[in-house]
């Protein structure tokens, strides 16, 4: 893996950080921000070129996207691929492969690529309507072999650069594809296959949608697997730090709610309740706040030692 990327989202900058060459899954049901997630990543991102592929979208969320999300910031540097619902199984899930083929060629002109592919899920329910009419007999919630057999040819296109036959190493393509998990299913087979694959999920949650704070990222379920391989000292004690506070509210977020907690019963939670709301600005974020990696770690570091002050 290279250096670490800057993403400009506190919340994967901090807690999920990420490596040039990574491919993460962003796994969420409809409606809690995956789209709006991904804008930021396009805009905000440090990489050279961004390639999006919107696969299986409706035809309104696309224009919307590309218009209106993604605005005329986002498309100075990036390349959208689109196949949207009512197109043929084959169309969309050729556009798949046609964004990591954009992303390769881009990253063969020694540009570093950020591709979002959105979503995974509808690539794979594209691969099963191709399956299934092609004779194949149908296994877990009715998708074919095949199915499992394309996504990691289709997944494992991102990452680090080849290596040259002049000795040299390709740029990186680092790649967040979606998932989607409607019911909250994060068990169902197309997001097991594909957890199984990648280096790292971010989840996002209905719940936390629901309270108003976006990006809706939910950060104790959220891992990045080369996370410590690119993160000082200093940062992982941050980071654990700032997971232990968040945990232990969340542990007792409903005695407290109800008023079943008392000060002083345990000294983390009280720290805890008291970090909460700063915690929870720090993880909110509008969809035009650039933010550097840097400076999210020295924000994050001034909100835990306040608390030990307050202490």
């Known amino acids: 893996m ?13 807690f999920t950080t990420t490596c040039r060459g990574q491919r993460l899954g962003i796994f969420a049901g409809s409606g809690v921000g995956k789209s709006v997630l991904l804008s930021m990543l396009a805009k905000q991102a440090t990489c050279d070129a961004v390639v999006v592929g919107l696969i299986g979208e409706r035809g309104r969320e696309v224009r919307e996207f590309v218009e209106e999300t993604l605005g005329e910031e986002g498309l100075r540097r990036a390349v959208v691929v689109v196949a949207t619902s009512d197109e043929p199984a084959l169309k969309r899930r050729q556009s798949a492969y046609m964004t990591m083929a954009i ?19 509808r690539f794979a329910m594209a691969q099963r309507e191709i399956g299934l009419a092609a004779g194949e007999p149908p296994t877990t919630k009715g998708y074919t072999p095949t199915v499992f057999t394309e996504l990691p040819k289709l997944l494992e296109r991102a990452g680090p650069g080849p290596v040259r036959p002049d000795g ?45 704070r976006f990006p809706a990222i939910d950060v104790l379920k959220s891992v ?6 690119c993160q000082t000292p200093p940062e992982r004690e941050l980071n654990k730090r700032a997971r232990q506070c968040l945990s232990a509210y969340a542990n007792m977020e409903e005695l407290i709610k109800i ?4 000060t002083g019963a345990d000294p983390i939670v009280d720290r805890a309740i008291a970090l909460n709301p700063a915690l929870e600005d720090f993880l909110s974020q509008d969809k035009d706040d650039a933010t550097r990696l840097t400076d999210s770690f020295t924000r994050l570091e001034h909100i835990l030692n306040q608390g030990m002050i307050r202490e």
């Open 2 to 14: 290279g250096e670490r990327l800057d993403l400009g989202v506190r919340a994967m900058d901090v």
């Open 103 to 121: 992303a390769e060629y881009l990253r063969d002109q020694d540009l570093e690529v950020l591709c979002l592919m959105d979503s995974v899920t």
């Open 168 to 212: 040299t190493t390709a740029a990186p393509i680092t790649a967040l594809f979606t998932v989607l998990v409607d019911g909250g299913d994060h068990d169902e087979p197309i997001a097991d296959a594909v957890r199984g694959i990648l280096d790292g999920h971010i989840v996002m949650d209905r719940k936390i949608a629901e309270r108003g």
């Open 224 to 229: 990045s697997r080369t996370m410590p391989a």
């Open 259 to 262: 008023g079943a907690y008392r």
